[in-house]
């Protein structure tokens, strides 16, 4: 739509209201919920769908400030990209005011029954109320990791950071709202041992909304700084073998996906730099911008030394603050303040990194002796399906992810039942190791996970577990026919995000 306006305007009021098909809005009937008592709605901008609940200009380079007054039936509760309330008040009118300009894709709003919890002074969790107990626990780390990442990187400079736990249908594992991060219940495992996730959102509190990508062509600005904060923070809180594992999970998808797009002849979307014009921004949510990203930075990390880099990153957060950057600003940035000014040497193949296809040469290596570990374990499985010789009371989940990722492609139905009496895959409560499993669950059509496999499917709408597990059933004629069975019922349960990239596989 276009609005034409003249030298003199200074304002313009706008008259709408969305209609129920706003792609952004997810509204949930009790059912659908945890508690299942009340209904629920919550936004999902990013990309490009805040146009369909505000209209504004719906680019990541343009910013601003705003106030808002929401009503909700009384006795509910409302949240925004905003200064929140922590209970519910008996009118159920709330008024937010965000004083620090923030693109279009960061607006966000949730309106619900659910509760407050405070972690430390300045973090806090909103969930529903029988997952409030659980929830507190689970994050019990973010006071420390918000500390941490101030440590790193400067100030955190949006006030409060607090985290709501959604309902399972919730399209993503985390979004960055400012103030109020989305969060999947899907990290929730009893074991705190998903809490990189929280770490990663955090981190987009200096990665993305205080210095955010011009364009969607430059998102590995967002998520390639996001993810090697992340790792960051993870390594000061639980180690450095710890951040080794993530590294290699990083590392693996990241060469499956280069594989795949290579093969596909997609070779120009493994470039840091992307080119989407006429595509849809969420082709561009791939591991490259992530983990081809988070590589490019490591790489530049281990060049300079983590002391140079660290102060190199902090200025230019600082520089930056609450403005958007482009890659080719970047690099002019990183060629004056990382190399100039501290008398060295730019390093060669910067050009190749962000605008290459496929792996540089100088990738980084990972070494994490906990998955060599895992590694032996798997040799010992295929040899004589046994790791009595390993200690996997001790594995943490991200040793199971790696391990169940790595078993064999052809294994044997007799196979996965003994991994299943042993190991109890098929019914773990952790749903990345329901993830991983449930693919192998699909290819081999394993009968005995059918019903636990539907019902993740039906129950969770987070896109990063679906789409793998409705592609490995799709590979095959029984599977197909079970898998559009499955998502006939489950579709209702998805968040546009996630149904839209279903219908594409799937119909
Ligand atoms: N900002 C992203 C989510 C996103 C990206 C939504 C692009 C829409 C378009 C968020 O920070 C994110 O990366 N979430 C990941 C978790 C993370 C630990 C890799 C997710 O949801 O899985
Ligand atoms: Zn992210």
Same mark, same amino acid.
Not at 165 to 179: A, I, Q, Y
Not at 301 to 318: A, M, P, R, T
Not at 410 to 433: C, H, K, P, Q, V
């Given at each position: 739509?276009?609005?034409?306006?003249?030298?003199?305007?200074?304002?313009?009021?706008?008259?709408?209201?969305?209609?129920?098909?706003?792609?952004?809005?997810?509204?949930?009937?009790?059912? =659908?919920?945890?508690?299942?008592?009340?209904?629920?709605?919550?936004?999902? &901008?990013?990309?490009?769908?805040?146009?369909?609940?505000?209209?504004?200009?719906?680019?990541?380079?343009?910013?601003?400030?705003?106030?808002?007054?929401?009503?909700?039936?009384?006795?509910?509760?409302?949240?925004?990209?905003?200064?929140?309330?922590?209970?519910?008040?008996?009118?159920?009118?709330?008024?937010?005011?965000?004083?620090?300009?923030?693109?279009?894709?960061?607006?966000?709003?949730?309106?619900?029954?659910?509760?407050?919890?405070?972690?430390?002074?300045?973090?806090?969790?909103?969930?529903?109320?029988?997952?409030?107990?659980? &929830?507190?626990?689970?994050? =019990?780390?973010?006071?420390?990791?918000?500390?941490?990442?101030?440590?790193?990187?400067?100030?955190? =400079?949006?006030?409060?950071?607090?985290?709501?736990?959604?309902?399972?249908?919730?399209?993503?594992?985390?979004?960055?709202?400012?103030?109020?991060?989305?969060?999947?219940?899907?990290?929730?495992?009893?074991?705190?041992?998903?809490?990189?996730?929280?770490?990663?959102?955090?981190?987009?509190?200096?990665?993305?909304?205080?210095?955010?990508?011009?364009?969607?062509?430059?998102?590995?600005?967002?998520?390639?700084?996001?993810?090697?904060?992340?790792?960051?923070?993870?390594?000061?809180?639980?180690?450095?073998?710890?951040?080794?594992?993530?590294?290699?999970?990083?590392?693996?998808?990241?060469?499956?996906?280069?594989?795949?797009?290579?093969?596909?002849?997609?070779?120009?979307?493994?470039?840091?730099?992307?080119?989407?014009?006429?595509?849809?921004?969420?082709?561009?949510?791939?591991?490259?911008?992530?983990?081809?990203?988070?590589?490019?930075?490591?790489?530049?990390?281990?060049?300079?030394?983590?002391?140079?880099?660290?102060?190199?990153?902090?200025?230019?957060?600082?520089?930056?603050?609450?403005?958007?950057?482009?890659?080719?600003?970047?690099?002019?940035?990183?060629?004056?303040?990382?190399?100039?000014?501290?008398?060295?040497?730019?390093?060669?193949?910067?050009?190749?990194?962000?605008?290459?296809?496929?792996?540089?040469?100088?990738?980084?290596?990972?070494?994490?002796?906990?998955?060599?570990?895992?590694?032996?374990?798997?040799?010992?499985?295929?040899?004589?399906? &046994?790791?009595?010789?390993?200690?996997?009371?001790?594995?943490?989940?991200?040793?199971?992810?790696?391990?169940?990722?790595?078993?064999?492609?052809?294994?044997?139905?007799?196979?996965?039942?003994?991994?299943?009496?042993?190991?109890?895959?098929?019914?773990?409560?952790?749903?990345?190791?329901?993830?991983?499993?449930?693919?192998?669950?699909?290819?081999?059509?394993? =009968?005995?996970?059918?019903?636990?496999?539907?019902?993740?499917?039906?129950?969770?709408?987070?896109?990063?577990?679906?789409?793998?597990?409705?592609?490995?059933?799709?590979?095959?004629?029984?599977?197909?026919?079970?898998?559009?069975?499955?998502?006939?019922?489950?579709?209702?349960?998805?968040?546009?995000?996630?149904?839209?990239?279903?219908?594409?596989?799937?119909?």
């Amino acid at each position: 739509m276009e609005i034409p306006v003249s030298i003199n305007d200074e304002k313009i009021i706008i008259k709408y209201s969305t209609s129920t098909g706003a792609e952004a809005l997810q509204w949930l009937s009790p059912e =659908q919920t945890a508690d299942k008592q009340e209904p629920f709605l919550f936004t999902q &901008s990013q990309a490009i769908l805040a146009r369909s609940w505000i209209p504004l200009q719906d680019s990541p380079g343009i910013r601003f400030t705003y106030t808002a007054e929401v009503t909700v039936p009384k006795g509910y509760l409302a949240l925004m990209s905003a200064e929140n309330p922590q209970k519910s008040n008996g009118t159920g009118v709330y008024h937010f005011k965000m004083d620090q300009p923030i693109p279009s894709y960061l607006m966000s709003l949730v309106a619900g029954k659910f509760d407050f919890t405070p972690i430390g002074n300045r973090t806090g969790v909103y969930a529903e109320s029988s997952m409030i107990e659980k &929830s507190k626990y689970e994050f =019990q780390e973010m006071e420390d990791m918000l500390e941490i990442a101030e440590g790193i990187y400067g100030k955190y =400079q949006w006030d409060r950071y607090d985290l709501i736990v959604l309902p399972p249908s919730f399209p993503f594992g985390g979004m960055e709202n400012p103030r109020i991060t989305f969060a999947t219940p899907t990290i929730i495992t009893g074991d705190r041992s998903l809490t990189s996730l929280v770490a990663h959102e955090l981190a987009h509190s200096w990665s993305g909304n205080l210095v955010t990508n011009a364009t969607w062509n430059d998102f590995w600005l967002n998520e390639g700084f996001t993810v090697y904060f992340e790792h960051r923070i993870m390594e000061a809180l639980k180690g450095s073998d710890y951040a080794e594992m993530l590294s290699s999970l990083s590392l693996q998808g990241l060469q499956e996906e280069v594989e795949s797009f290579m093969n596909e002849g997609k070779a120009d979307d493994t470039k840091l730099k992307l080119n989407l014009e006429g595509r849809n921004p969420d082709d561009g949510v791939t591991t490259i911008a992530y983990d081809k990203g988070y590589f490019f930075l490591k790489y530049l990390e281990q060049n300079v030394g983590k002391e140079i880099f660290d102060s190199f990153l902090k200025e230019y957060f600082k520089e930056y603050a609450f403005k958007s950057n482009n890659t080719e600003a970047f690099l002019i940035y990183l060629d004056e303040h990382l190399f100039k000014n501290n008398g060295l040497k730019p390093v060669g193949d910067i050009n190749e990194w962000v605008y290459g296809t496929g792996l540089p040469k100088s990738l980084p290596q990972v070494n994490s002796a906990r998955f060599i570990n895992v590694d032996n374990a798997l040799n010992s499985w295929r040899e004589d399906e &046994s790791l009595d010789a390993f200690h996997t009371e001790l594995w943490s989940t991200h040793e199971w992810i790696h391990f169940i990722k790595n078993l064999p492609q052809d294994l044997s139905e007799e196979s996965m039942i003994r991994l299943d009496e042993l190991y109890g895959f098929t019914n773990s409560g952790n749903a990345e190791i329901l993830g991983v499993w449930f693919v192998h669950c699909a290819r081999h059509l394993y =009968q005995p996970s059918f019903r636990a496999m539907t019902n993740f499917l039906t129950e969770t709408g987070r896109r990063k577990f679906l789409m793998p597990i409705y592609t490995e059933l799709s590979k095959s004629e029984e599977g197909k026919f079970l898998a559009l069975k499955i998502y006939g019922h489950a579709r209702p349960n998805y968040h546009f995000v996630a149904s839209n990239s279903l219908d594409e596989l799937l119909f």
